[in-house]
């Protein structure tokens, strides 16, 4: 006598659909592997008469997503609506407390509920599972809290929101502004609805804030995070780095520290030839470290149907299967808070400014930098014409607070065309 | 009340002090991750009396590992002595059948023994996990059998025998032969005590079999196997293949075709460019492709004490966290022999000969491959003194039956000195 794992579907659009298909055809397959039926009890959308390619034939249709989460007939409801409140959130609490597990791809909603929601899934014995939140495709959840469970986790980074990495790489190989590469991507229907979300770095952020939690012990805080766009990086930036052999990335790096853990996603130069240098397009690519494992490199679709699916599948399999832990790796109860560390983490800087073009500027910008306690590792000057004398210098390992300073100082000489750009360099 | 899961430890080599080092020194992370005490009842291993940089206080000592694997107090087996018979089969099913679980490294004896062990596993309501057989540290099993479940695998790659990428790429970066490098990895303790296992491709194949297993709903069948190592690898075809943009690795691949499993581990040229293609030193990548994920990379290292420690405590801990799944995905009893097609999915090929410095040789070749209907993608004649005119062809797309016939026709033109090598340049 086979058992059935019975699901309410909240959210048709293109990972829902997906959802549903795999569903349908891969029914013998996924008794196989997870010893359930896996059927689908109800759905629910905002719009009912629409064409999405797959028949929604011998599922009930629910207006009401909360409640489609709480009908009798559902063992597990699949939340694929998205926001962070709202009914994404009304439905997912009001599922948990009708005794209902939870799969859901919501990052905005865990980056900013997560902790909430996981003592309440715990307190009614259920789990939630959100491992197509982070990295589409990829399996970094499972790789984090499973397949690393034996380590001192060291570092959390990630390249993890796909339309940045598709602009910053195009920005380069076509050699062309911010602005127009931009306008591309929104033409190509690659940013959200609000493009902040993406080239703000929050859609990443909140990806980085959930792994953070699992990672390190600690309550999701999205709120302490260092944010830093993409908006202010020019083909000058990039071309720059490239000719020094490095690629700027959106990446995101989560740490422990002495002082408490640093989260920040932000633009960082990365070597050429690290394999997260190399990571062109749309691709994620996603680095654990840990205290046995070293080092482990993750990389796969951040989004689509198909990639998306695939990690919603793997947690509605892993529940058929019985697998139950804590939404973070351990007892939400248990959770530290997380304190929010400024960056104090020491690291090579790549600074570009406009100095003025008479004597003894540069020595001015070099003073400064060693009185700041700052060495330089590398310096260019590029030929030009006009006013102002580009110069990219390159340091060596500095705390935050020096450059900080030293960027202060910079103002103050008079001889610095605006704010010079300061960009960490990430070792990896 | 917490509970507790108790461990025997057979083999106390690299990997097993591994073990013993987390056990010992983050019992307070694993209680708060796992919900269990973890505590070891007994180890054993060859020689009692050996410094392993490790207190072993406290733990009883077995002579005797089936003495061990069936001890009253022991809940999970773990087997670290590797052999695919011997002792180490001998206690793991002894284990098994005394209602034990079973943590492995021991990609031998699963390439051998899987499918019985599996059966015998799950007829007793026990588990069987190898993380660490496959891989070192990267969580490759369980990102294919957890992480892809909603997939149809369509195809699994994989470098993942850390020392012939060690040769390979030290013989193109430093412009050394073969056995000279071969002769460094011998000295610098690189190599198994038989060799074979490592260069022939043996090792490497034991862990594509073992994945080939879970990825395609298949016995687990070695013997099926194509295999062929890097000991025929010329510094000549290394350089080659750099020119023409590839780089030569000790590369495996199974997929599923119309005429059964296709199982092989052999040298192959990948794009330079490609994840595979940059992969150097001792680092382990794999490939899983599935109909909704497209593609996942995982790379990291596939040796060493950390790393596979990492990945057994991944398995003792889901264990401890009561995740128990069938060995291969699926219950053992369901698994379809794996018939051993011969590999027939066509590929370009890399194809180097010596041809006699005369005239119409060329002509002679082109001619050969023609008739086999095989197109030629790009040529290139080295500069030459002496007698042979060494001639490097890429084909384009062929299948390995009109290669053959070609390579056959070849022989019989009496212009080609010795034979050609035929390397398969793998789509990645």
Known sequence: ???????????????????????????????????????????????????????????????DPVALATREDVDVFVELMGGSDGPAKAATEAALKAGKDVVTANKAMLAV???????LAESHGQVIRYEAAVAGGIPVVKSLVEGLAGNQITRVMGVM????????????????????VFEEANQLGYLEADPELDVGGIDAGHKLAILAASAFGTQVNFGAMELEGIGRLTIEDIRAAADMGYRIKLLGVAQMTGRGLEQRMSPCLVPAASPLGQLEGGTNMVVLEGDAVEQIVLRGPGAGEGPTASAVMADICDIARGVRLP????????????????????????LRMMLDDKPGALAKVATVLGEAGISIYRMRQYDHSGDGAPV??????TSRDALDRALGAMDRTGVVDGSPVAIRIEEV
């Open 113 to 119: 509920h997560g902790q909430d929601l996981a003592v």
């Open 327 to 350: 939404v973070f790796g351990q007892p939400a109860e248990t959770l530290a808070p997380a304190t929010g560390a400024k960056s104090t983490s020491p690291a090579a800087y790549y």
């Open 161 to 180: 929101n796909g339309t940045c990495n598709y602009i910053l790489t195009r920005m380069e190989s076509a050699g062309l502004p911010y602005e127009t």
């Open 392 to 397: 990219l210098i390159v340091t060596h390992r």
């Open 1 to 63: 006598m086979s058992k059935t794992v019975r699901l309410g579907i909240a959210g048709l659009g293109t990972v829902g659909v997906g959802v549903v298909k795999i569903i349908r055809r891969e029914a013998a397959m996924l008794r196989a592997r997870t010893g359930q039926e896996i059927t689908i009890s109800a759905v629910s959308a905002r719009t009912r008469d629409k064409d999405r390619g797959v028949s929604l034939k011998g599922y009930d249709w629910e207006d």
